[in-house]
């Protein structure tokens, strides 16, 4: 009996002691220990409404934790409650929290049921169609759909690794997730299924913001018995994520990975692929990031040069923008060195760029790439990924990034309007942090955005700059330009060669547009040196033309409709002499001009009031004639001409001399002088109220003063679009066309790549204008700006 009563005092003193363990240890302690998922929520309201109104986590949670959401709306507390997810169908679950008196009070819910179970603590809540099992260990709430889970809780069976990630988790933020890699719904957060394979690692996440936007953070566990392809990166030190400086602002996704060691990098990666040591990709060891950008890989380095002379197995293929282009003999050799990060097969062909080698399948691809990245159309510079960069780390070991598209493809479900999404992993030794960032964005309608709208190649080398000339059938524009065979194309407002014309020599000048039959069909006029062509819409000669002439023609085609009737004169310079004809190509009577000089500017009809004035250059005079070709302005005053034409100023006839000054003539002869300051090479335009001149690198738009980075640049065109003026001006030796406007403001997104000369046109009937020029020899490129 004795005995009896010391083991019944050692029980109850046992039992004490358990019972007050239980009060001692907190809800997640509690979390089984084979749990999938864990749910740790600080906000229970907030979290309960983004279950609705965040698409990304409405999609993320199955329809199980939308039931148990049901009863977390009847919990009152503003403590942490855990939700625990023990079989990876996630139909079994779990509810924890701190006990409180009000937090689950069963008599102020509606259409409800409760029972307590025989020879048991636990309750049993339906809720409608909801059935809880319940009760209270310690000073812990118990929950869940299950009775022979709940029962099964054991309070001395803590997962201890669980609950030190639950102990780092930000209580801050409204809610953590904890869950195994291999967890289907919850490892799309990661865009990656790099380490879904194995179910020993465990990943935590902070969901930090709501809304149009989930941004979250954490950390990737590793154990020493599984595999973790991110500790390819131990030892390595995360880098800035160049790639995104050579993406086209269309890529649907990015998967970057970055090191500044890439030996240390392959070792690791071998010894977790279970490979001997294989022989690198020698070049690869200059390499401080590798990334695949939708169909193209790419490799950044501090000295590219080098990785280009590394590269023994190419051979040359063209020139595309002064950017060599080679074809890659070995082009399977990425399919299996770097998996599974980064698996490539057709590296068929490869570029220099920058710091940059980019590898694509096909030349058209690569030269898609190196145009976005002339015109510095990237992702680095979007509009969308500028949004989410504040969220994002400056460096990374792999960085991954998805547009809408490559959202849907990760999430299983349309993700329209989710264009800017990223993942960073950053290695720290057995632990990898990471940062996401998913956001709803809608592209602002920026002004004077600037895309490549698209490139025409011809047969040969460009000699004359593209001119835009008018559709007559749709009231749009078309472009016509000559090669160096003088062959003459029309080129529709999309890109399509709509005819080829042979002619006899290089067009002089820019093509006029005339309407002989007074029918509203334009035709084509223009001179080469010893023709004159009238062609109609569809590139055919229209008769008398082409109309021939022995002597050679020395200036553009000039053509004048006195009184806007469409009754044409078309004037031909041939040296010293003047040519009238009409319409039908027959001389015109009573015109006759004959001087002792050489005419060194295209002749040109200007009207002030009632009277027409015929104006050039000619030897060291200005000719201002009348319709029959007579003297009708006496200029006394010599002039020595600078190459520039004859514009009408002010109401004057207005060029520069070789002094660089300007030089005006009023409608009595009188000349005036003023200094522009402007060297013996320079050039200038004008319209009748604005001048825009060009010295070396400074260019001067009316009044204002821009000091342009030194170079070689065309003379400077005046447009007047959209009741606003527009001053294009190319740099021809770093390639770049630039557009500034009146108040020699330059509009966004510019300076562009151009090889030539830049004419501003609206081409179709769309909003925004168009930006004409040459992308290299003998290929056209439009610009769109939007």
């Not at 001395?156 to 904890?178: F, G, H």
């Not at 000039?558 to 806007?564: E, G």
Request: net charge neutral; with cysteine; charged share 20%.
């Amino acid at each position: 009996m004795k005995q009896l009563g010391l083991l019944s005092i050692f029980l109850l003193l046992f039992l004490g002691c358990q019972k007050d363990y239980n009060k001692t240890k907190n809800a997640y302690q509690f979390i089984p220990n084979g749990s999938q998922t864990v749910i740790q929520i600080n906000e229970l309201s907030d979290f309960i409404n983004s279950l609705t109104n965040n698409d990304i986590l409405s999609n993320i949670y199955d329809d199980q934790i939308k039931t148990v959401s049901k009863t977390l709306k009847n919990l009152n507390t503003t403590k942490q409650v855990y939700i625990a997810f023990t079989d990876s169908s996630n139909s079994n679950y779990l509810i924890l929290t701190k006990n409180d008196s009000a937090l689950f009070v069963v008599d102020s819910l509606k259409n409800y049921t409760s029972e307590t179970l025989l020879n048991s603590k636990t309750e049993k809540t339906t809720i409608d169609s909801t059935t809880l099992y319940h009760n209270i260990i310690g000073n812990t709430f118990v929950a869940s759909n299950n009775l022979k889970l709940l029962k099964s809780i054991n309070s001395e069976n803590e997962n201890l690794e669980l609950s030190k990630l639950i102990e780092t988790a930000d209580r801050k933020s409204v809610a953590s997730v904890i869950f195994k890699n291999n967890t289907p719904n919850y490892s799309k957060l990661l865009f990656t299924n790099i380490n879904n394979k194995d179910n020993a690692n465990l990943t935590l996440l902070d969901f930090n913001q709501f809304g149009k936007k989930l941004s979250y953070n954490g950390l990737l566990t590793t154990k020493d018995s599984s595999v973790n392809y991110l500790n390819s990166f131990k030892n390595t030190i995360p880098q800035k994520t160049n790639s995104l400086s050579i993406a086209p602002q269309t890529t649907s996704t990015l998967l970057s990975i970055a090191f500044d060691d890439f030996k240390v990098f392959k070792k690791n990666l071998d010894s977790l692929n279970k490979k001997t040591e294989e022989p690198t990709i020698s070049y690869l060891n200059l390499t401080n990031e590798i990334a695949l950008i939708d169909n193209a890989m790419v490799l950044h380095s501090l000295d590219p040069n080098l990785i280009l002379e590394s590269i023994e197995d190419k051979t040359f293929s063209e020139s595309f923008r002064d950017i060599d282009i080679y074809e890659y003999n070995t082009p399977e050799i990425f399919s299996s060195h770097l998996e599974p990060f980064i698996t490539f097969e057709d590296a068929n062909y490869f570029s220099l760029f920058k710091d940059f080698i980019i590898f694509t399948p096909t030349p058209d691809i690569l030269k898609s790439i190196l145009t976005d990245a002339l015109n510095e159309n990237t992702l680095a510079k979007s509009d969308g990924f500028i949004t989410i960069n504040e969220n994002l780390s400056d460096e990374a070991s792999v960085f991954i990034f998805k547009d809408s598209k490559g959202l849907t493809n990760v999430m299983g479900k349309t993700m329209t309007g989710y264009n800017a999404n990223a993942v960073q992993f950053i290695n720290d030794n057995n632990y990898t942090h990471i940062n996401g960032i998913i956001q709803k964005y809608k592209k602002r309608a920026t002004s004077n955005s600037v895309t490549e709208a698209f490139t025409t190649q011809l047969e040969a080398s460009i000699i004359t700059s593209p001119q835009t000339v008018k559709n007559h059938i749709t009231n749009a524009q078309d472009i016509v330009v000559q090669d160096l065979n003088n062959i003459l194309y029309l080129v529709s407002n999309s890109g399509n060669i709509l005819w080829k014309k042979q002619l006899q020599g290089k067009v002089l000048g820019q093509i006029e547009q005339i309407d002989i039959f007074k029918n509203g069909r334009l035709q084509l006029a223009f001179a080469t040196e010893n023709k004159v062509y009238v062609l109609d819409r569809n590139g055919n000669d229209v008769s008398p033309f082409p109309m021939s002439f022995n002597d050679k023609i020395t200036q553009p085609l000039s053509v004048f409709d006195y009184d806007k009737k469409k009754d044409y004169r078309l004037l031909v310079t041939q040296g010293n002499n003047l040519l009238m004809y009409n319409a039908k190509g027959k001389p015109v009577k009573g015109f006759k001009y004959s001087g002792n000089s050489a005419i060194k500017t295209q002749p040109k009809h200007y009207r002030l009031g009632t009277k027409d004035y015929i104006v050039f250059g000619a030897g060291e005079s200005l000719q201002i004639l009348n319709r029959q070709g007579s003297i009708r302005v006496n200029v006394k005053d010599k002039i020595r001409f600078a190459d520039n034409e004859v514009y009408l100023y002010q109401n004057k006839f207005t060029t520069t001399n070789t002094l660089g000054q300007l030089v005006q003539i009023d409608t009595r002869g009188k000349v005036n002088v003023t200094n522009l300051n402007l060297t013996d090479k320079h050039k200038i335009f004008t319209t009748s109220k604005t001048l825009v001149s060009l010295r070396e690198n400074q260019l001067k738009i009316k009044s204002r003063i821009l000091d342009l980075d030194f170079g070689e640049y065309t003379a400077p065109k005046i447009f007047y679009l959209n009741d606003k003026i527009y001053v294009t001006t190319t740099d021809l030796q770093s390639k770049k066309v630039y557009l500034f406007d009146s108040q020699a403001k330059p509009i966004p997104n510019f300076p562009v790549f151009g090889t030539a000369p830049a004419e501003l046109q609206k081409l179709d009937n769309e909003k925004g204008l168009e930006l004409i020029t040459q992308s290299d020899d003998n290929t056209i490129v439009v610009y769109k700006i939007h």
